[in-house]
Structures are given as structure tokens and as C-alpha cells.
């Protein structure tokens, strides 16, 4: 019987664990608080920054949002970042992406400080997450949200195959690195990949993160295999859809993610705890 990874009630879970953290916190007279930088007036960014805010309200989490014009250099950026690695009272930053054309987003992500790295881009905390010192880093959200979804459902990666589609910074390499922490036997797939369907059907664990609608589809999956949609894709109706054909696959799946209301929710949640733990790494430093 097929098993759907909600997201909805497993975030809600995972961030009524971090309010509980954020209240222990503030009973020690820390306030977790994160500082969000927004550039320009990306539709679909504007809605994620609102997402976070209301997350953070949710939580306990004091947020800032830095709200600035598209056409802002690249500099004046780089020195909103300095001012808020300087400022102790703030514990996470996180730089909305995409960024406009003029700023380099690479030197924007290396400029934060590590321990308040929250969204994990830093070089310093990729290099940790591969090192293995997951207590030291800050995973990236989709793929911890990723993680989240698959020990809820009871799916344990140790001894078994995954496959993951797209390797980006963001998601597919470090969900790779995460799969392989748990002491699965990974594949990690890209354009240049051959044979990607016989691949991707030895997957106990199938990974789709590609951005293209309906990628996967019900021949590329083997039966019982637990499948996680990472993809966010806006079709021909207007509607969200994965990049998975779920009507196709979810009756072969042992367990999916639904597009929307999945994978998406878990982002968001563990941002949020991300930055409590970054408020308590602060605050065990100064203890």
C-alpha cells in the first residue's frame, strides 16, 4: 500500500520541536533571530520571504527582512552581509535567491558567516557536510527536509540503493552526501548520465530533482520504491506540478511525495531549525 510523505503535518511537527528549543532559549535570555536580504521584487521570492516570516512567528523566531531595490550593487549588498555577521543579536542569515543579473551570487553566499549560514550554501559548511560533521554544519534545507520525510515514513536508507536526478549545490549534491551518511549505496545522475531509466528502476530510494515537469515516469520506477519530488514546476494549466508523474507512479510507489504539499513545507521547517541551532551554537560560545 502506498504510503503519501505529507509534508503539512511533518512540518508542523518539526517546527513545534524547534519552538520548544527557541522557548528553552529564551529562558536563558537568548532570542533566535533570523535576518532575511531580499533583492529586487521577484514575485514568487516576495512569496517565500512571506512564508518564512510567518514561520518564524510561528516559532518564536524573531525575523528582519531587508528589503532592497533591483538595482542595488553588488557591494552595498556585500556590506548589509558584514553588518549582520557583526551584529551578535542576530544568529541566521539567509540571502533570497535569484539574485539580480549585476550581483554574483557566489560571492554573496561566501560572504556570510558560517555559523550563521543557515540555508548551508557556504563553502565552510558544504565542506563539513562532506567531511561527515553533520553537529558542525548546517545541511541545506531541501535535502534535510528530504531526509525528515523519509525517516517519518519508516524508510531507513542503510544497505539500500538511491538514485539521485540533478546534482546542484542546492539540492542534488548534498542530498547524495546526506544519502550517503545514512549508509546508502548512491548514484547521482545528471543530463550526461546514460541509461538513466535502468538506473533510476534499481532505486530503492528515487530522488528527483531535475526541474522538469512529469520527468519520471511510471517505467523509471521500481515497485515499491520510495519516491521523493523535489521538483516545482508550473504547467500549461497554471498548476504546480513535480517532476514526477505522480498519477502514473504513486500506485507503484511504496511511498511519494505529492507536489505541492510536500517536499516544499519541509524547506521552510527546517530553516527554521537551522537557525535555533545556530542560536544555540552562539550561545554555547558564550557560555
Known amino acids: 500500500m502506498m504510503n503519501l510523505m505529507e509534508g503539512k ?38 512569496v517565500y520571504v512571506r512564508g518564512k516570516e510567518k514561520d518564524c512567528a510561528e516559532c518564536g523566531i524573531a525575523s528582519d527582512v531587508i528589503r532592497l531595490p533591483a538595482d542595488t550593487a553588488q557591494s552595498a549588498l556585500l556590506a548589509h552581509i558584514a553588518a549582520l555577521n557583526a551584529d551578535s543579536a542576530v544568529h541566521g542569515i539567509l540571502v533570497q535567491l535569484p539574485l539580480p543579473a549585476q550581483i554574483d551570487p557566489d560571492a554573496v553566499l561566501e560572504a556570510i558567516a558560517p555559523e550563521k549560514d543557515v540555508d548551508g550554501f557556504t563553502p565552510v559548511n558544504m565542506g563539513r557536510l562532506l567531511a561527515g560533521r ?28 538511491a538514485v539521485v536526478l540533478g546534482r546542484s549545490n542546492i539540492v542534488g549534491k548534498p542530498m547524495a552526501v546526506l544519502l550517503t551518511a545514512a549508509n546508502a549505496t548512491v548514484t547521482l545522475c545528471h543530463s550526461k548520465t546514460r541509461d538513466l531509466a535502468a538506473l533510476c528502476r ?36 497554471g498548476k504546480l506540478h513535480g517532476d514526477v508523474d505522480f498519477a502514473a507512479v504513486a500506485p507503484l510507489a511504496g511511498a511519494i ?16 531549525e537551522n537557525t535555533v541551532k545556530a542560536a544555540e551554537m552562539a550561545a554555547k560560545k558564550l557560555a
Open 9 to 46: 503535518p511533518l512540518a508542523a511537527a518539526v517546527k513545534a520541536r524547534a519552538a520548544a528549543r527557541v522557548q528553552a532559549l529564551q529562558a536563558r535570555g537568548v532570542q533566535p533571530r533570523l535576518a532575511v536580504l531580499l533583492v529586487g521584487d521577484n514575485p514568487a521570492s516576495a
Open 257 to 272: 511525495t505529492p507536489v505541492p504539499g510536500g517536499v516544499g513545507l519541509m524547506t521552510r521547517a527546517m530553516l527554521m
Open 202 to 237: 534499481r532505486a530503492d530510494i528515487l530522488v528527483a530533482a531535475i526541474g522538469r515537469e512529469a520527468f519520471v515516469t511510471a517505467d523509471m520506477v521500481k515497485p515499491g520504491a520510495a519516491v521523493v519530488d523535489v521538483g516545482i514546476n508550473r504547467g500549461a494549466d
Open 134 to 161: 553533520l553537529d558542525a554544519c548546517f545541511a541545506p534545507c531541501t535535502p534535510a527536509g528530504c531526509m525528515e520525510l523519509l525517516a517519518a515514513a519508516g524508510v531507513d536508507p542503510a544497505g539500500k540503493q
